[in-house]
Structure formats: C-alpha cells, structure tokens
C-alpha cells in the first residue's frame, strides 16, 4: 500500500507498507502476518561529477571501490575513494595566499522542529565543533547549525528535501544515535545527510557517564543530571555523529595514544579529550582518581580528527583527477609516520588487537582497568544514597547497579583481548616495522594474573546484599557465574589459542605459550586445591565451568580444533588437574567442597574416557 509520494527538484520520495504473510514471522503470531513500513528515495546526482579523492587505509575514512579495468595493471585494479563533501574555495586567489576562505556551498544543518529547545543549543555546538578543524585547512565557517525555518518563513522547507540535511528527533526509547550520509557511488561526494537523534540516548549517556565519573565528579552524583551537564554529553554525541556524516568511521585505535596516566594530570585533561579522535568509543574519563584534582572529563576533537580532516577536505589547486592528488596525498600520509596520535585503527568485531578496543582508555588495559575497579568500588559504597528519590522505588537503584556490572565486565574484556593479542598498525612498503606484532609475553602474563585477581577470585565488592535486596528476587549467583564463565569461554576459545599457539610457533621463547596460559588459569581458578581454603558458591560454579570449557576443548569433533594442539593441551592440563584434585581432597575439611571435589574428579574420568 503506498502512503505518499513527494517530488522535489532533486529527489523523489516513496513511503509504502508492506505485509508478509507466513506462519514462522517475529510479529503477530494470531494473524500470522508481518507489515513493514519502507521508504524509497531516487536521488538526482550532480550533472557535474566530483574529482574524487584517493582512499588510504592509514587515514580512516568511509569509502567507494571500483574495479579499473583500464588500468595497465595486469589485473582487474581496485580503486577506493574516500566519500566526502564537496567543499570548494569561494576564492582560490585569497585561499593560496593562505587566508581562510568561506567554501561555495558551505554543509548545512537543519535541527528538526520537534527537538526540545534546550537541547538545540548543544546540538548546534556538536556541529560546529568541526568548524575548528576545517579552518586548519583553509575554509571559514565549513560547516554551520540552522534552526529549521516555520511554514510562515519556508512553506516549501521539508526534511524529506535532498536539498536539505536534518538531525531528525525520534520519540522512541532506543538509547542510540546514528550518522548516516547518502554519497554518489561514482565519485563519493557526500550528497545529504539525515542524523537520527533517539530521544532516550540521554539515558544512556546519564549511565555511561555516572559509572564512569562519579567516583571523582559531584556533578555525576546523581539519577537525573543539570540541563548544563546533560547538554555537554548531547554536545559529545552530536560531534560524534556529525563526524560520521563528513566521511569519518570509528577510529579505535586512537585512545591507546595518550599514555594511561596522562589521563590522571590536571594539566593534561585541561587541554585534551580521553583520546586524539572524537570518533573512538572513548567515552568518559574513567581512569581519573579522586586525589588527582581533574575536571574534565569529556571526549572531544582531538589532533587526529584535525589531521582526517586536512587529508579529506584540504584543498589542492589544479586537480582534474584523482591521480593529480596522489603524490601530495602520500607525502601528507608519510610525514604522520609513526606518530601514534595520527593512527587510524579500524572498529572489529572480536578485535584481537589490545590497542584498538571499544570503550577503552589509555596504553595499558590492565593498569587502566584497576583505575576504572577502583572507582566503580567507590561509587558501590555510594550509590544507594545517589539513586535514591522520595517516593519512588528502586527502579534507578536496579538500572545503575546493573551499569557498574557493565562497566566492570568492560574491564574484563579490554584486559581479555591482551591474551593472544595480535596488533594492526597499517604501513606501506616505504615504513619501516611490521603491519602486525604479538602483545608481548610480559603483557599477556599480566592479563591473565589480572584476570585471576580480579575476576576469578569472586569480585565480593559486587556482593552488597543491601542492593541486591531491593532489586532481585533471584538470580545473583547465576549472574556472577554468567561474567565469569563469559570471559573464561573467551580466553578459551579457538581463535585466541591458535593465536597464542601460532605466536610461540613464530617467536618461541619471547612468546607467552600455550602451556603457560593454561597452567596460569588452572592454577589461579583452582587456587583453593593449594592454601585448603573452603570452596564457595560462586568457586564452586566457576570450577565447574572450567572443567566443562575443558572438556569441550578436549573432546570437540570440529576438524579445525580437532587436528591442532587444543585437544591436546586440554587433556593434558584435565589429567594435572584430577591429580591435583584428588591430592586437594584430603586436605579439605568442608563438607560441600570435598563434594564438589570429588564430583570434579568423575567429570573428568568421563571427559577423558567417555566410555
């Protein structure tokens, strides 16, 4: 069923429904049918094509492929180009005698009528942040925020216009904003753009910034924050964004830059964000301490958002094509060298790169991580006075606790990725050094010792029976099993150990090896079979898991596992372990330990003997 069509000069706009009929649809099961609103748009693209700009994977950028099949490679050729806007000197004279000139067709943000009024002013702020980096190369008021015009001063003004580009204010209660931008797929150009800006993404950021500050901010203290304070986070999330809608991707690798303690100087957060890119998932400033007197503790552009924005839009005189730029675009590239405040690391699901993780600060993920526990520790002691509100129940009490479970299992697994580590630093054949390196022996060691202290010994600060009596009618010590048996599968899963495997293969003694990885986790979760301390609850069900983990690896059928070194290793360390275990029995003296023993040890007769 179509719902309207609208035509304006340089698009054409479809809104429709469409309805599915089938017995297996995630929608209404009694009428076994699903509908589903659509919008098509047909864009009219430029009569007069763009000169692209060359991609480069050392400069993160949004970007087109094509494939040259008139190059005389002797191959069909590959060619990217970076999407961007079309931002041109309105004078090239007064612009190559160094003057900062207004563009000709200045980028243009509407804000959408229904955005609450005192949000508009942050908003417009994140915007225009990126006025800072643009005039570094060369262009005057680049970028601009706009108030949409009324029906009486516009009638003819409309958000579904091409023309026009729209921070769109969606009621709903996802917690999220999005940057999105239509491009011409032959050239890149950046054609509009349409952010869309979920009312409910101030929950989210009153969360991340209250597990992340309060321990050392006042202002965070607190369910529902300043308009002053939520303005600043809504001006974050808008730079952000808009980042995404001039070309830019996440750039995770930037955070890892700035050393970890920096981010505990006055001095320095005085004058810098948590990374060098307003485009890394670095959020908040986490690693500050309460005696380090530190203020700031927002995001924002830093050195390497200025230098994105000099390689995309820095203008070059007298380029009919995109090879007229290469050879400049090279030399700007090189000249960045290996300065890590100018490193692009690329955003990677289940990343195995240390340096390039999301939500993470700083060059240490272990040290970073104390810092982070130890103030999450604080905010525990506090955060039943800070939630609580007259009248109301403990529904703040619940959602923020859950957030320091949050925040903590972040911790856990910047520390994981450490284990196996494998780092990605783009290089060309003129730089000197390696695109990927093994994390070293010494770091991985550390992670694991963290990992044993920190999270398989029963992390007790999270057991406050105040709290979870007034939140949970159940389930807390499955919710602890459920962390810690997460990040004991992720250590133990099959990239990782390959990883780790392929890394001793490669670099031998300098390597943290397989049979060290394994000794260490065995020894720091069965820890009890050495001092006869009781077993408890939450040891109990962790011991159990490994022993599982164990078998699962010993005995898995998938031929990628099955014909490695994981088998064998598993069953080595599960035949250690039932001797350990049968020795730790006679030691013990509690009841239910000496049960749990014993039953670990017929697991592990029927792992490695099943019949």
Do not use: C
Request: proline share 5%; aromatic share 10%.
């Amino acid at each position: 069923m179509i719902n309207w069509i609208k035509a304006f000069p340089e698009n054409v706009e479809v809104r429709h429904i469409l309805t599915y009929k089938g017995t297996k649809l995630p929608d209404n099961q009694l009428t076994n049918s699903l509908s589903i609103e659509l919008n098509q748009s047909m864009i009219l693209l430029p009569e007069h094509p763009m000169v692209s700009r060359f991609h480069d994977e050392r400069v993160g950028y949004f970007s087109v492929e094509q494939l040259d099949y008139g190059s005389d490679a002797q191959k069909a050729e590959s060619r990217r180009f970076i999407t961007k806007w079309r931002l041109e000197p309105s004078d090239w004279e007064a612009y190559n005698r160094g003057e900062i000139v207004p563009p000709v067709k200045p980028i243009q943000y509407y804000i959408d009528p229904a955005t609450p009024v005192k949000w508009r002013p942050f908003i417009k702020q994140g915007i225009e942040d990126w006025q800072s980096a643009f005039e570094k190369v060369g262009l005057k008021d680049a970028i601009v925020a706009l108030d949409a015009p009324s029906i009486e001063e516009d009638p003819e003004w409309n958000p579904e216009d091409v023309r026009y580009s729209v921070i769109r204010y969606i009621t709903t209660d996802i917690q999220n904003a999005q940057g999105p931008h239509v491009h011409d797929p032959r050239t890149g150009e950046i054609l509009e753009s349409d952010i869309l800006w979920y009312h409910n993404v101030m929950n989210l950021l009153r969360n991340w910034h209250f597990v992340q500050t309060a321990a050392v901010n006042p202002d965070a203290r607190n369910v529902k924050f300043k308009d002053e304070l939520m303005g600043q986070l809504i001006r974050f999330v808008s730079a952000h964004e808009v980042g995404h809608t001039l070309g830019l991707p996440h750039n995770m690798g930037s955070s890892s830059a700035y050393p970890t303690d920096s981010l505990r100087s006055p001095k320095f957060t005085a004058t810098h964000g948590t990374a060098p890119s307003i485009m890394d998932y670095a959020r908040f400033n986490y690693i500050a301490q309460p005696e380090d007197s530190v203020t700031n503790f927002y995001p924002g552009l830093g050195e390497y958002d200025d230098w994105a924005i000099w390689y995309g839009y820095r203008p070059i005189v007298d380029v009919s094509s995109p090879e007229d730029e290469k050879a400049i675009l090279k030399s700007w590239v090189k000249e960045k060298g290996d300065n890590p405040i100018f490193r692009y690391g690329r955003q990677r699901p289940n990343t195995p790169d240390p340096s390039a993780q999301t939500e993470d600060l700083g060059d240490d993920s272990m040290v970073a991580s104390e810092y982070g526990i130890r103030n999450l520790k604080r905010i525990m002691d506090q955060v039943m006075d800070w939630s609580a509100t007259d009248g109301k129940n403990y529904e703040d009490l619940s959602e923020l606790y859950n957030s320091i479970f949050g925040q903590y299992s972040r911790y856990m697994g910047h520390v994981t990725t450490n284990i196996g580590g494998v780092y990605e630093v783009y290089k060309t054949s003129d730089q000197d050094g390696l695109v990927y390196s093994h994390a070293s022996l010494e770091k991985q060691k550390r992670a694991v010792q963290f990992l044993n202290e920190q999270l398989f010994t029963t992390p007790n600060w999270l057991v406050d029976t105040e709290i979870i009596g007034r939140v949970m009618d159940g389930g807390f010590v499955d919710k602890v099993k459920d962390l810690q048996t997460q990040y004991l599968d992720r250590l133990l899963n099959e990239d990782r150990l390959k990883r780790v495997i392929e890394n001793e293969t490669l670099n031998e003694t300098s390597a943290y090896s397989s049979e060290s990885l394994f000794r260490d986790i065995r020894r720091g979760i069965f820890s009890e079979l050495r001092t006869s301390q009781n077993i408890d609850t939450y040891r109990r069900n962790l011991q159990k898991a490994m022993v599982e983990k164990m078998g699962e690896l010993a005995n898995n059928e998938e031929n990628s596992i099955r014909t490695s070194d994981i088998p064998s290793l598993a069953r080595g360390h599960l035949t250690a372990l039932r001797s350990e275990i049968n020795t730790g029995i006679t030691r013990q003296k509690d009841k239910m330990s000496i049960y749990h023993l014993q039953d670990l040890s017929k697991r592990i007769d029927f792992i490695l003997d099943p019949n």
